[in-house]
């Protein structure tokens, strides 16, 4: 395999380490998806398209640790995101992420009370990544980020002349902003990868709604392991830790937030060099939800990737 | 090639964004608007209860909009259900805006939600 193939088969795993940010509750304003991760590595002149499909579905409260026998209600959403990312130079990228909920409903176990179901574009985010630490030969790299999430899509969504609570609306309503740190060693056709992510949430101010999601903080541990030049698995432990949301006047929202850990196993499936297929789920292994909340019981998502190498020199990266 | 794929996403952002709009009704009615009453059975509630909301309005061609600061809706008209889960004890307010073409009025009521036990 030449250096090119070996390149983009890299890319394309280290691709596929994108993971569905799924909350620590069920269901909030805006995007699932965040974009951090999936632009490292990326060499100059280079171009990676992804499309990604989730599922999520919540039907569980949780009070703390403990499940609880309540079932006022279950919610699930059907999501789809694109995203594209650049090498700007061999070390810097550049990536934007934007996402459409083709449905967010909720059903109720109340007796006269209709499913309720919100759809439209959610947020779009932009994000800026420099690899500090690159070493080709050691398989090394340690790579800072910088996003911001726009709420571009739709808020405020009004359905049968009724305004959907802020758990249905597409978009998140505020911008947020995110740093992240990605540390990647390949071990002979392996590796192992390290994450850890943190999200600041603004306070949403709109015509109708005015509350602030607490800050999230993530930090991810993943195994990669190649079975052939196309095929390969991938198990990644995650741990989401969010704080308590805010409401108006400052009132902390004492049933929000909380903590999860999640297990994600993936099959990643490349039958060219430069495409890439994606299967995984999210499985939480460990709640606690403070105070009662309803809570993810899993998601399933599908990833597509496309690189393009745009850089007819195709020059050896340089260590 | 570059320009392709970057005219491919514009026009997938403009056909998401173009799907995107609001479900409002719309009044063929003028003429002025009055809310009388905005009445709800219960003013405190536990979580997952849902109360009756009604409002009295003169006008012609009235549509009913609702909205809540906390908690969920259900129904439509000019009687409606509210209910709020754990996420939103407290003071919630609801807003419901009566409006025909060429007219509004708005008015709101408070509701408490106790904290679960």
């Known amino acids: 395999m030449n250096k090119i193939k070996l390149y983009t088969l ?10 569905n940010r799924a909350n620590a509750q069920c269901c909030g304003a805006g995007n699932p998806v965040s974009g951090f991760g999936n632009v490292s590595g990326l060499p100059f002149k280079t171009l990676l398209i992804g499309s990604n499909y989730k599922y999520s579905y919540s039907d569980q409260y949780y009070s703390g640790s403990d499940k609880t026998d309540i079932s006022p209600d279950k919610s699930y959403y059907n999501f789809v995101g694109v995203n594209m990312a650049y090498g700007i130079t061999n070390r810097l ?33 932009l994000s800026v990544r420099y690899t500090v630490v690159k070493r080709v030969l050691k398989k090394f790299d340690v790579i800072p980020g910088f ?7 739709v808020f405020d969504q009004v359905v049968d002349d009724v305004k ?40 949403i101010q709109s015509e109708n709604f005015d509350y602030k999601y607490g800050n999230l903080y993530i930090v991810s541990a993943y195994g990669s392991f190649s079975i052939n030049k196309k095929l390969n698995l ?17 009132q902390i929202v004492e049933s929000s937030g909380g903590q999860v850990l999640f297990f994600i196993p993936q099959l990643n499936v490349m039958p060219t060099e430069s495409f890439g297929i994606s299967l995984y789920a999210d499985i939480p292994l460990y709640k606690y939800m403070n105070g009662t909340q309803l809570s993810n019981k899993f998601a399933i998502s599908i990833k597509l990737s496309k690189s393009i190498n745009f850089n007819k020199n195709c020059e050896p990266q340089k260590i | 090639m570059m320009t392709k794929i970057l005219y491919s ?45 009604m409002v009295t309005a003169t006008g012609e061609g009235l549509v009913y909009n609702w909205e809540a600061d906390h908690g969920e809706l259900n129904g439509s008209g000019s009687q409606i259900e509210y209910m709020a889960g754990t996420c939103c004890t407290g003071i919630n307010t609801i807003t419901c805006t009566v409006a025909n073409s060429t007219n509004s009025d708005s008015k709101q009521i408070k509701i408490r939600i106790l904290p679960f036990k």
């Open chain 1, 234 to 250: 991938l198990s990644q432990l995650r741990y989401e830790f969010r704080e308590k949301s805010m409401r108006e006047n400052k």
């Open chain 1, 93 to 125: 990228s550049v990536r934007a992420d934007i996402g459409y909920f083709i449905n967010k409903s909720k059903i109720y176990n109340i007796q006269g009370w209709s499913p309720m179901k919100g759809n439209g574009l959610g947020d779009a985010e």
């Open chain 1, 10 to 19: 890299v890319i394309l795993s280290i691709a596929f380490f994108t993971i």
């Open chain 2, 9 to 53: 996403v514009i026009l997938l952002v403009a056909i998401l964004a173009s799907s995107c709009t609001k479900n409002d009704s719309e009044s063929d009615g003028t003429g002025n608007v009055t809310i009388e009453s905005l009445i709800a059975d219960d003013t405190v509630l536990n979580v997952w209860v849902p109360t009756k909301i």
């Open chain 1, 147 to 153: 996003g911001v999430k726009l709420p571009v899509g």
């Open chain 1, 164 to 203: 959907l609570p802020i758990s249905l609306q597409p978009s998140s309503g505020s911008v947020k902003y995110n740093v992240n740190v990605f540390v990647f060693k390949g071990i002979n056709k392996h590796s192992v990868s390290f994450r850890a992510f943190a999200e600041f949430a603004n306070r």
